[in-house]
């Protein structure tokens, strides 16, 4: 990948990361910050009624985005971002548009869901 690439994912991943950060210090002080389209993931939860399994299970997810963020920082560091854990081919950079932590090709992130889902019946 082009070093003006590189940098282009840094700053969006850098810019995430700060959005996470500060989501997750709010969580701590016990604002409840959600914003409706996370309630819209919860099946029974009504926005009135979001206690505080709810709030640890937000904080849980940005916590496990957050790791995802700072490998990926990591991965631009030592050359490695962009390729895929699988078969080492470079990840589509509209795939990592939308989703700059991305350690998997669209083929082999689809075989990983096929197998998840053979394993779940
Ligand atoms: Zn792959």
Same mark, same amino acid.
């Given at each position: 990948m082009k070093k003006e690439k590189l940098e282009y994912f840094r700053q969006l991943l850098l810019k !995430?990361?700060?959005r996470?950060? !500060?989501k997750i210090e709010k969580l701590k002080k016990g604002d409840i910050y959600v914003d409706k389209d996370e309630t819209k /993931?919860?099946?029974d939860a009504?926005? /009135?009624e979001i206690d505080k399994a709810f709030i640890m299970r937000i904080r849980d997810r940005e916590m496990k985005l957050l790791n995802k963020i700072e490998e990926s920082l990591k991965k631009i560091d030592n050359g #490695?971002?962009?390729i895929c854990e699988e078969c080492g081919c470079e990840i589509e950079e509209?795939?990592?548009e939308a989703r700059p932590?991305? #350690?998997l090709c669209i083929s082999c992130k689809e075989e990983q869901e096929e197998l998840e889902k053979k394993n779940k019946h």
């Amino acid at each position: 990948m082009k070093k003006e690439k590189l940098e282009y994912f840094r700053q969006l991943l850098l810019k !995430e990361k700060k959005r996470i950060i !500060e989501k997750i210090e709010k969580l701590k002080k016990g604002d409840i910050y959600v914003d409706k389209d996370e309630t819209k /993931d919860v099946v029974d939860a009504a926005a /009135d009624e979001i206690d505080k399994a709810f709030i640890m299970r937000i904080r849980d997810r940005e916590m496990k985005l957050l790791n995802k963020i700072e490998e990926s920082l990591k991965k631009i560091d030592n050359g #490695t971002y962009g390729i895929c854990e699988e078969c080492g081919c470079e990840i589509e950079e509209k795939r990592l548009e939308a989703r700059p932590v991305a #350690t998997l090709c669209i083929s082999c992130k689809e075989e990983q869901e096929e197998l998840e889902k053979k394993n779940k019946h």
